[in-house]
């Protein structure tokens, strides 16, 4: 894929640098993107929506989550296992390394709770209008007769 400079764009628009950060990232090649924990995202309503992560072997204490300015934050760091004396772990298929996942957020999607169970972590986003950016309807005032008629009788000296 071939890179995009939106360079040009930065300087005749305003407030519009989190679209372009977001479109450079879009371009980046796969491979520097991490993909553990795997995850899900799921509409669960009009305005709801849910973000599922296998993160097992993780507890809610190993676990941090944090939305800042549009970005939620997931960090999973795992507290040292001591096995016992003698253990030998001969195989590891299960990841036991620490994470960090960030989701752009839309305008106005906050996140609302999360719950962890059996390995999955779930991540409840709410999407909040504020009452000023609702559409709201424009009540038009008829205008009396008499009125029309007298605008349109005056004469101009």
Known sequence: MRHVDFSPLYRSTVGFDRLFTMLDSLGQPEGSQTTYPPYNIERTGEDAYRISMAVAGFSEDEISIE??????????????????EGSELLYRGIASRSFERRFQLADHVEAVGANLKNGLLHIELKRTIPEEHKPRKIAIAAASGSAAKQIEGQSVN
Request: aromatic share 0%.
């Open 67 to 84: 939305a800042h300015r549009n970005v939620l934050t997931v960090k999973g760091e795992r507290s040292e296992e001591n096995k016992g």
